[in-house]
């Protein structure tokens, strides 16, 4: 559709196209931006963007959590404006880096409860630092800038930076970086800038594959590792190409230990993928399938034990699941997901017969009642409608009730089509029940006859 609308945009005469964008801008601020972006020259809109971070540094309106969300969309176009004008690698750097300094006048008269605006400082301004620095063809410029911009982060939203530390500086200024945040952790005794020169250390310890210096900078503040280190340390090691004693460290966390299972069992099946223990790897890998049924972990098994069962590893699961009769919704994804129709719509009619289906997750609930209706399993979607309409008038989400009164003409539209009720009861039947029990709420019956 887009590609068609482009094709015949493109045959319309420019005086044409100019008209229409210029008739928009007088109704929209992001049209009228987006044209000034593309009318000005590069060097005007780079002195506009130091100007408008000179405004930011001394910004003191506070900025409420309603506003938040604009106030993101304005900083994302003004790192937009200076993308647009494709400034030399060192210039767009150093322009980032000074964005980037704003954080304390901003997050010091905001309230980012939402992210909006954490995520702008930590995501956008990051990623062009780092396209910017892995251009920069001077590396110690970089590494200088690099040091000076995370040192200084009162917020925490510039330790993101290092996370593509090699790319920006190349393998022989990454060790220099390491020795210099070595430094400047020995010289400070505020324990939160110590953690935060070592979070440096570990995550360029960890690019560089020195598992060594990773395991002695995360032991340096503690006698016994948390679950979460010893999972973190055998992960680099793992990485740095020594299983051995990856798995040396997995196996310091106890067996009854339950945190963090899911991430101990993967980083398992790995070490043993690596060592050539196929059986201990095909072990962990079903043991992580059975666990938690879905695609990822159905390939990550099938890895192992071979492509070619997939359809016999997807018949049993499914003969499984209908068995063992403690259906969750997880499972009804997985058999939806691997096209396993009929098992799929058998477990959605037993939870309704037990009137568990709870309506409140709809986020579940909705792509499930969407595939059961294009594979014309109505009951099936029937039930589903019903779960999320009575879960709506239950609460008496007045806000939803429009919700509720399209799923209610879904049910009648639904119900025409359906011969076998099974236990469940006819539509008529419900109905009548339904306004016995729900026949007050009169803007809800308001939406349903469209009033």
């Known amino acids: 559709m887009e590609e068609e609308k482009k094709k015949k945009l493109v045959k319309l005469p420019p ?4 008209d229409a964008l210029l008739k928009m801008t007088e109704h929209d601020d992001m049209a009228e931006r987006l044209v000034e972006r593309l009318i000005s020259e590069p060097d005007v809109i780079i002195k506009s963007f130091r100007r408008k971070i000179s405004g930011l540094k001394r910004r003191k309106k506070f900025i409420h959590r309603n506003e ?3 106030f993101a969309a304005e900083l994302d176009h003004l790192l937009e404006d200076l993308e647009q004008a494709k400034p030399d690698p060192d210039v767009g750097m150093s322009l980032i880096a000074s964005f980037l300094e704003t954080d304390q006048a901003v997050f010091g008269n905001c309230d980012d409860s939402f992210g909006y605006i954490g995520d702008v400082y930590g995501n956008g301004a990051r990623s062009l630092f780092t396209q910017y620095a892995s251009r920069c063809t001077d590396k110690k410029q970089v590494l200088n800038l690099l040091i000076k911009t995370y040192s200084n982060d009162p917020y925490g939203v510039r330790e993101g930076l290092i996370g593509k530390g090699l790319e920006m500086l190349g393998e022989e200024d990454t060790k220099n970086a390491i020795y210099l945040f070595e430094l400047l952790s020995e010289e400070v005794e505020d324990e939160y800038q110590k953690g935060h020169y ?19 900078i995360r032991m340096q503040s503690t006698e016994e590792p948390s679950v979460s280190s010893c999972i973190d340390i055998g992960r680099v090691y793992l990485e740095s190409g020594f299983p051995q004693k990856a798995l040396k460290w997995i196996n310091r966390i106890s067996s009854y230990e339950t945190f963090m299972d899911r991430e101990r069992r ?3 099946q790995e070490i043993y993928g690596q060592l050539g223990d196929s059986q201990k790897e095909a072990e962990l890998a079903w043991i992580s399938f059975r666990k938690s049924r879905n695609l990822h972990t159905l390939n990550k098994l099938l890895k192992v034990i071979g492509e070619e069962k ?3 590893v997807i018949d049993d699961e499914a003969g499984f699941i209908i068995d063992h009769g403690q259906t969750d919704y997880s499972d009804i994804k997985f058999l939806i997901d691997v096209k396993k129709f009929d098992e799929a719509e058998i477990c959605i009619l037993v939870i309704a017969g037990t009137q568990t289906l709870n ?21 099936a979607a029937y039930v589903i409608y019903r779960a999320l309409l009575e879960s709506i008038l239950d609460r008496k989400f007045y806000k939803a009730y ?3 009164a399209k799923y209610l003409k879904k049910l009648d539209h639904l119900a025409a089509e359906i011969e076998d009720w099974q236990d469940l ?11 016995q029990v729900h026949g007050k709420k009169s803007s809800f019956w308001k939406h349903y006859r469209g009033e």
């Open 425 to 435: 009861g006819e539509h008529g039947m419900y109905h009548v029940w339904l306004n």
């Open 266 to 268: 993967e980083i398992l």
């Open 15 to 18: 005086e044409v196209l100019v």
């Open 68 to 70: 938040s969300r604009r």
């Open 198 to 216: 070592f979070r440096a250390i570990e995550s360029l310890a960890r690019q560089t594959g020195n598992a060594e210096l990773f395991e002695r």
């Open 359 to 379: 309506g409140r997750f709809y986020e579940t609930l909705l792509p499930m009642v969407n595939s059961m209706e294009s594979e014309s399993r109505m009951l």
């Open 402 to 404: 429009p919700h509720a």
């Open 310 to 312: 997939r359809e016999q």
